[in-house]
C-alpha cells in the first residue's frame, strides 16, 4: 500500500517508486542506480543557420552529426534531417554513451534516408564502442577505398547494438569502393548485434564481416559485392550467429562466395531461408558445427535451387 509524504527508516528487499523523488540526504550504499534523463539532439544542414545552434530543438539544430554526437549521453536520442553530410572525420560513439539511437528523419518527423561519409578519414564513417546502440534511416556513402560504413567493437566489448532500415552504397569504379558495409568485430568486442532491413551495394571486399558472436543477420538486400556474408575465424567462438532471410545476387564478374562460413572456426552458425545467385560459390560449408538448411541457390538468376546440408 502506497503513501504520500515522507518516508523514513530501514528498509530491505525491492521497492518501486511510482512518483518523483527527493533525496534531501543524498543517496548512500551499493548498487545505487540513477538514471539521467534522456535528451533529443537535433541535426539539420538544410536549418538556414549560418551556426551551429544548441542542437536542442530543430530551430537551433547542430549542422553536423560529429556536434550532435559529442554532445550526446546515455540513452539519448540524435535526429538527423534531411540531406548530406560530408563530417570531417570518423564519429565514434564511446562505451559512456550506451544506449544512444541515431535516426535519418525528415523536419516532420517522417523516416528518410540520409547520406552520411567522412571527408578526410581513410578508415570507418562510424565506429561504434558502445552498448545498445541503434542506428537507422541513413545511407553510409563509402566513396574511397579503405572507408567503410560502421565498425562495431573496435576498442569496447559491444553487446546488443542495432542496425536496420539503412542503406550502404558505394561507386562503381574500383578506387571508389569501400572495403565493407558493417564490421563485427572478434567475439570478446561485439555480442548479440541485429542487423536487419538495410541495402549494400558494391563493397570491395564483403557487405558484412562478422567475427562475433550470437549476431544475428536477417531480411538484408546484398548487390554486387566480392562477398556477401563474411564470417571469419577469429580468436575465441561465434557460436549462435544465425543468418536468415537474406537476398544476396553477385556481380556478373568478381563474386567469389555469398556467404562464407570461415574454415576450422569454433561455434555454431545457422543459416537458412537464404536467396543467393551468380557467386563462383554461393555458401561455403567449413564450419566445424553449423547448419545449412532451405537456402536456395543458383549460378545465375535463373534458375535456383534448394540446399539441404548439415556438413
Same mark, same amino acid.
Given at each position: ?18 512518483? *518523483? ?14 538514471? *539521467? ?25 547542430? %549542422?553536423? %552529426? ?31 554513451? *550506451? ?49 567503410? =560504413? ?33 564490421? %563485427? ?31 544475428? /543477420? *536477417? ?7 566480392? /562477398? ?7 580468436? =575465441? ?20 562466395? =555469398?556467404?562464407? %562460413? ?50
Amino acid at each position: 500500500m502506497g503513501r504520500d509524504g515522507v518516508v523514513s527508516g530501514v528498509y530491505t528487499g525491492d521497492r518501486k517508486f511510482t512518483g *518523483r523523488c527527493n533525496f534531501t540526504g543524498g543517496l548512500l550504499g551499493a548498487g545505487v542506480q540513477v538514471m *539521467r534523463n534522456a535528451q533529443i539532439w537535433y541535426v539539420d544542414k538544410n536549418s538556414g543557420l549560418s551556426a551551429s545552434g544548441d542542437g536542442l530543438s530543430w530551430d537551433t539544430a547542430f %549542422l553536423t %552529426l560529429t556536434e550532435a554526437v559529442a554532445a550526446a549521453g546515455a540513452y539519448d536520442t540524435i535526429f538527423m534531417g534531411r540531406g548530406y553530410y560530408q563530417e570531417a572525420a570518423t564519429i565514434e560513439i564511446v562505451s559512456t554513451q *550506451r544506449g544512444l539511437k541515431i535516426f535519418g528523419v525528415t523536419t516532420g518527423g517522417v523516416p528518410t534516408s540520409n547520406g552520411l561519409s567522412s571527408a578526410t578519414s581513410a578508415d570507418d564513417i562510424l565506429i561504434i564502442n558502445a552498448d545498445d546502440v541503434e542506428i537507422a534511416g541513413i545511407t553510409f556513402w563509402c566513396l574511397t577505398n579503405g572507408k567503410n =560504413g560502421i565498425d562495431i567493437g573496435e576498442d569496447y566489448d559491444g553487446y546488443s547494438n542495432w542496425i536496420h532500415d539503412c542503406c550502404f552504397l558505394t561507386g562503381n569504379a574500383d578506387n571508389d569502393k569501400g572495403e565493407y558495409g558493417i564490421k %563485427l568485430n572478434n567475439t570478446d568486442d561485439c555480442v548479440g548485434t541485429l542487423i536487419e532491413n538495410n541495402f549494400f551495394y558494391f563493397m570491395s571486399t564483403a557487405a558484412i564481416v562478422s567475427a562475433a558472436t550470437r549476431c544475428t /543477420i *536477417r531480411n538484408n538486400i546484398i548487390y554486387s559485392n566480392s /562477398i556477401g556474408i563474411d564470417v571469419e575465424n577469429a580468436a =575465441g567462438t561465434f557460436a549462435g550467429t544465425t543468418i536468415l532471410d537474406n537476398y544476396i545476387l553477385g556481380r556478373a564478374s568478381g563474386s567469389t562466395v =555469398g556467404i562464407k %562460413l570461415a574454415e576450422t572456426s569454433e561455434g555454431y552458425v545457422f543459416v537458412a531461408n537464404n536467396i543467393i545467385t551468380n557467386f563462383n560459390t554461393n555458401i561455403t560449408a567449413n564450419m566445424c558445427e553449423s547448419s545449412i538448411v532451405n537456402n536456395q541457390t543458383a549460378a545465375d538468376a535463373a534458375t535456383y535451387k534448394q540446399v539441404d546440408a548439415t556438413p
